[in-house]
């Protein structure tokens, strides 16, 4: 199957990053996210003001953490996070579409104490790797801003407030967070993914990947390479704000196959509605036709369980 090369644009979101300022700029940058989500819901943002010494110091922690013997890593699988749903999955733990997928990883999510809603409460972290705590969580509450002052573009795009997101879906966030280490696939293996064909559940996903590309999306036009561009994030819309917007933003199914012959290692970050919150589509709705994927009632929570539940079959049953 012929893939093409990436044609995603490059958005600097900077003047998104300063409340009320720059009005033209950011009306301007609210244009092209707008057009990259109708297109096919992928482009890459640069001018995040992520320090690079954050993304240095978790990558280097998480590749120490890769490199322990799995026995070691067992020790915070994801059968110790409870209803929590937070640890570490061995190659072939996660199934995507029902079907394995060739990468280990781990879980996890905003830092909260213990308590009775699933996919809450506190993260593991390995007592071999400490340094990886301090870079997960300080990452986590920078990407959330991040991801906060993207949603107000996306906000703008919509001909909303821009606080919109941020005093609804968002003011109280459902913050998940992956890291997935990828050993190659075998050139000769067509059926073999990193990760199979899928959307993403919620409203926004932010992904670091590293220097070894592997990540591919289908588009209109075909499937297309989102090859690593530096100090960028791929940013793509979910099934949540396809909803919201009647199928106006799409979110788009992707792929990875990692045939660089290296090891590979990706950080995506997701950024969805409330868990109490409800998804209807928006006052303004165009009325563009919606395909059923995800025409759901009820809260977003739910929906998220309906969908983990056939990820991490065997880890559901408990909770």
């Known amino acids: ?7 995603l644009p490059v958005i600097d979101v900077g003047p998104l990053l300063v409340p009320g300022g720059d009005q033209p700029g950011r009306a301007q940058v609210a244009a092209a996210i707008g057009a990259a989500c109708r297109d096919n819901g992928f482009f890459y943002v640069s001018g995040h003001g992520v320090p ?5 110091r978790l990558d280097a922690a998480a590749r120490r953490f ?3 013997p799995e026995a070691v890593k067992n020790e915070i699988s994801m059968e110790r996070g409870g209803r929590a749903w937070r640890g570490f999955f061995p190659v072939g733990g996660e199934l995507t579409s029902g079907r394995p997928d060739l990468k280990e990883g781990i879980y996890f999510g905003a830092e909260e104490p213990a308590g009775t ?3 809450h409460g506190p993260n593991l972290f390995p007592a ?3 340094e990886l705590r301090d870079a997960v969580l300080g990452y986590l509450d920078t ?3 991040v991801a906060q002052a993207v949603m107000s573009g996306i906000a703008l795009s919509l001909g909303l407030a821009e606080d919109y997101f941020r005093t609804g879906y968002t003011a109280d966030p459902t913050i998940l967070f992956r890291i997935f280490h990828y050993p190659p696939s075998a050139p000769d293996d067509a059926d073999t993914w990193g990760v199979g064909e899928h959307t993403d559940y919620g409203l926004l996903t932010l992904l670091l990947q590293d220097a070894n590309g592997g990540l591919q999306v289908r588009t209109s036009r075909g499937w297309i390479e989102a090859p690593p561009v530096p100090d960028t994030f791929v940013c793509n819309i979910g099934d949540m704000l396809d909803k919201l917007t009647g199928g106006h933003y799409r979110s788009t199914p992707h792929r990875v196959r990692n045939l660089s012959g290296n090891e590979r290692l990706s950080y995506p970050f997701f950024f ?3 868990w109490d919150s409800e998804v209807p589509p928006l006052p303004y709705a165009p009325g563009h036709r919606w395909d059923g994927q995800v025409d759901f009632t009820g809260t977003y929570g739910e929906y998220l369980l309906s969908k983990v539940s056939k990820v991490f079959p065997h880890l559901f049953e408990r909770l």
């Open 66 to 68: 890769f490199e322990l």
């Open 52 to 56: 690079s010494e954050l993304v240095r």
């Open 117 to 119: 809603r699933p996919l």
């Open 272 to 274: 969805d509605p409330g």
């Open 128 to 130: 071999q790797v400490p």
């Open 1 to 7: 199957m012929m893939v093409r090369m990436s044609e």
């Open 143 to 145: 990407m959330t801003g």
